[in-house]
């Protein structure tokens, strides 16, 4: 009772508590930050570049697995935004660690539809839902963040966003932009599915880090690859690529 | 039931029987010309040459039957369609709703006239006698004490016999029903036969007779009839919560809960809408009936087309379960909450259709794109195969229904693509793994062409799918395909 009286200032005092140690420190670690914003109730994921939304798709249900523990892992998209980039494939979404009978999916007419969904979804104990927001005209209002947040908050729930709109104002307590990054693998070979995740804001402590990440499909964890990045860029996989022309279109991807 | 006269002529429905056109129906003028049924049309025309003839329609004529049994469903949810043109409605028990067993023939004699048709109405202790006072004699009430004497004055047409028994009854001068009510029982059924015997007790409730209703009873329902007809979904959800509560008293009482819900609104205009609603769990909590009834209801109000307004409600529980008291965990641990989650299915299911809520399904095909299905929130999920040792993923997280063109180059002819273009973007190959050849299903596709899928990863760390379809003859230039994502 006493608890959850009080969660706002119980939950601050956790911040200030996280954030003092983050800043102790110079480059917080990719961990110490997710645990910071992990019980947070509603973070955003967005893709850094309109050929990244797989990339992103991938590391929302990542968090989403991190964040669900042995709870139901539910999964909003208005049907429009599932065929634009293809259904979600039963068996790659098993090869990435999700058992689909903790999974349920509403495959919504519209997006407000789909928003309906998901804070019913929030509404429901130890649920964490994540709900695809598509990119249209008009995006997606400070309000309806505020909504789920509210609704997450007061059900002890936890909502990630995957916003392929433009985000613009949000209620969200951090936003990650998501690119592809090259996987380890030998030779030629691919590696485990990995990203480049920026943390752009961050309501609970430090913003603005990039972190390279490996996902461990059977830990349900992020591997880091401190210095990884810097690696690629000295020219390791350049050098691979000797002699081969580099094409001025690939600037102008859209 | 006769349609209103277009002018002053006299009207008759005729059909083909044994190859001859007899009359089956006729209005009031009609059969004070003379006329009358089992003549044949050319008789009948003869008599009077304006007659205004209409063939027959028993399909439509069986249709309307039923739809008037609909709305009769507002007295009692047992209603026996009689064809051609009789309805037999058990009122066991529900007289008191409408004031009497005099009051409830009134309004529904009164309802179904005004609705254009002639009708006659009756209330007997037995199905039989109904019949018969229904088509013969003045009396409207017969109760159980006075049956027999009521009966005995009636014709042997009231007993409902094959034409050979009531013809050779007529022989033998027995007329009336008291002629034969006590006679012997062995010399009465070796003349007349055993089917005159059976509706003999049938109609003096000797012998059960067994009623097939328009629609199985269900088992429960609560029922409401209203003053004034009512218009806005307001009201409609005050009566509803009424209804709920009602219904969910009574499942408690038994300690089940319902499945499967039914509401009907009866309408002024005769016409009854019914919006049925399933749940996952057996539920006898009427807030969570109501709020789910609401949301139902909520996504087409006008699907309701209120029109004029609705006078009756029930509330029907069609299918019915055991609640299974489980014990109360004290201590939850943290977890799936099994009964949050079908409330939560519920909840979606009302308000998106059930088609929406699902999961998607892993099927043990060969062929990719048929390996998905969607299936309902509560099946039960295959066993997973087991995931890749390395933790790298075999198959995209998206796939593509339909395998999209690329342009692509390869190095050699069998060989992993070196660049591709797909959605004007051009791809650099860094990294590629196959072929995996995956031939087309030679059952449903017998020439469909075999395809050498690749994984592939570009400059900027994004992985495809890739296949090269196969071509026979080497002239023509492999064409390439996207047909999935990887995280």
Redesign the interface.
Same mark, same amino acid.
């Given at each position: 009772m006493l608890i959850s009286d009080a969660p706002a200032a119980w939950r601050s005092a956790r911040v200030i508590e996280n954030s003092s140690r983050l800043e102790s420190r110079d480059k917080p670690t990719f961990d110490e930050v997710r645990t910071a914003v992990a019980g947070a109730p509603l973070n955003e994921i967005m893709p850094s570049a309109p &050929?990244?939304?797989? /990339?992103a =798709? !991938?590391?929302a #249900?990542s968090w989403a697995l991190m964040a669900a &523990?042995? !709870? @139901?892992i539910f999964w909003a998209a208005p049907?429009q935004d599932f065929?634009e %980039? !293809? =259904?979600?494939?039963?068996?790659? #979404? @098993? *090869?990435? &660690?999700l058992? #689909? %009978? +903790?999974?349920?999916? @509403? +495959?919504?007419?519209s997006q407000i539809?789909a928003l309906?969904?998901t804070e *019913?979804?929030l509404? $429901?104990?130890? $649920?964490t839902a994540l709900c695809a927001i598509s990119p249209v005209k008009k995006p997606l209002s400070l309000t309806a963040t505020r909504r789920l947040l509210l609704t997450a908050e007061k059900h002890k729930t936890r909502c990630v966003l995957l916003r392929l709109d433009s985000a613009g104002a949000s209620a969200a307590w951090s936003r990650w932009s998501i690119?592809?990054? *090259?996987?380890q !693998?030998l030779g +030629?070979? #691919? &590696?485990?599915?990995?990203?480049?995740a920026h943390l752009v804001r961050n309501r609970a402590g430090p913003c603005e880090l990039n972190f390279n990440l490996e996902? %461990?499909?059977?830990g349900h964890v992020f591997r880091t690859q401190e210095g990884r990045l810097d690696a690629a860029m000295d020219g390791a @996989?350049a050098a /691979? =690529?000797a002699g +081969?022309p580099v %094409?001025a279109?690939?600037r102008s991807?859209? | 039931m006769s349609a209103a006269p277009p002018d002053n002529r006299p009207l008759v429905i005729y059909d083909k029987i044994r190859n001859a056109f007899t009359l089956t129906a006729l209005d009031r003028q009609a059969s004070a010309c003379g006329l009358h049924t089992g003549m044949s049309l050319a008789d009948a025309r003869a008599i009077r040459p304006d007659l205004a003839a209409h063939e027959a329609e028993p399909e439509a004529d069986a249709k309307l039957l039923d739809q008037i049994a609909a709305w009769c469903e507002r007295f009692t949810p047992v209603v026996v369609p009689d064809p051609p043109h009789g309805l037999l409605l058990n009122v066991t028990g529900c007289t008191h709703l409408f004031g009497g067993a005099a009051s409830l023939v009134t309004k529904a004699e009164r309802r179904i006239k005004a609705a254009g048709f002639a009708v006659r109405a009756a209330i007997a202790p037995t199905p039989g006698a109904a019949w018969a006072f229904s088509r013969i004699g003045t009396s409207k009430i017969v109760d159980e004490n006075e049956l027999q004497d009521r009966l005995a004055a009636l014709p042997i047409a009231a007993l409902r016999l094959m034409p050979e028994a009531s013809a050779l009854l007529r022989r033998l001068g027995l007329k009336t029903i008291g002629q034969i009510i006590n006679a012997p029982r062995q010399p009465f059924a070796a003349r007349a036969g055993q089917n005159a015997m059976l509706r003999l007790d049938q109609v003096l409730g000797r012998a059960p007779e067994a009623l097939t209703p328009r629609r199985p009873p269900p088992p429960l329902f609560a029922l409401r009839r209203l003053v004034e007809p009512i218009l806005t979904m307001e009201a409609i959800l005050i009566v509803a919560e009424a209804l709920c509560t009602d219904l969910c008293a009574q499942l408690d009482a038994r300690g089940s809960g319902a499945r499967l819900l039914q509401f009907i609104l009866f309408g002024v205009d005769n016409r009854v809408r019914t919006v049925q609603l399933g749940l996952s769990r057996a539920e006898c909590d009427p807030v969570i009936m109501l709020r789910l009834l609401r949301e139902r209801l909520g996504v087409s109000p006008e699907a309701l087309d209120a029109e004029f307004g609705f006078d009756a409600a029930r509330l029907d529980a069609v299918e019915i379960a055991q609640i299974m008291l489980r014990p109360v965990d004290l201590a939850p641990k943290a977890g799936r909450d099994a009964e949050a989650e079908a409330r939560l299915i519920d909840r979606l299911t009302a308000r998106l259709g059930a088609r929406r809520i699902g999961r998607p399904q892993l099927d043990l095909v060969h062929a990719p794109e048929r390996a998905n299905s969607w299936a309902a929130p509560n099946t039960k999920t295959s066993e997973p195969p087991a995931l890749m040792q390395d933790g790298v993923m075999r198959r995209p997280l998206r796939l593509f229904p339909q395998a999209q063109p690329v342009e692509a180059i390869a190095s050699m002819p069998d060989g992993p693509p070196m660049r591709f273009r797909w959605r004007r973007v051009l791809h650099d190959v860094v990294r590629a793994e196959g072929p995996e050849r995956i031939t087309p299903d030679w059952l449903r596709a017998p020439h469909g062409r075999a395809r050498d899928y690749y994984r592939v990863e570009d400059r900027n760390g994004r992985r495809f799918w890739l296949y090269r379809e196969d071509f026979h003859d080497r002239q023509e230039a492999p064409r390439w395909y996207v047909h999935g994502l990887f995280a």
């Open positions: &050929g990244d939304h797989a /990339a =798709l !991938g590391f #249900l &523990g042995d !709870g @139901v049907e065929f %980039d !293809g =259904l979600p494939n039963a068996e790659g #979404l @098993v *090869q990435f &660690g058992p #689909l %009978d +903790r999974l349920l999916m @509403v +495959r919504a007419n539809d309906w969904a *019913q979804a509404a $429901t104990p130890e $649920t690119s592809a990054a *090259q996987s !693998g +030629r070979e #691919l &590696g485990a599915p990995s990203f480049n996902w %461990d499909i059977h @996989v /691979a =690529l +081969r %094409d279109d690939e991807a859209a | -």
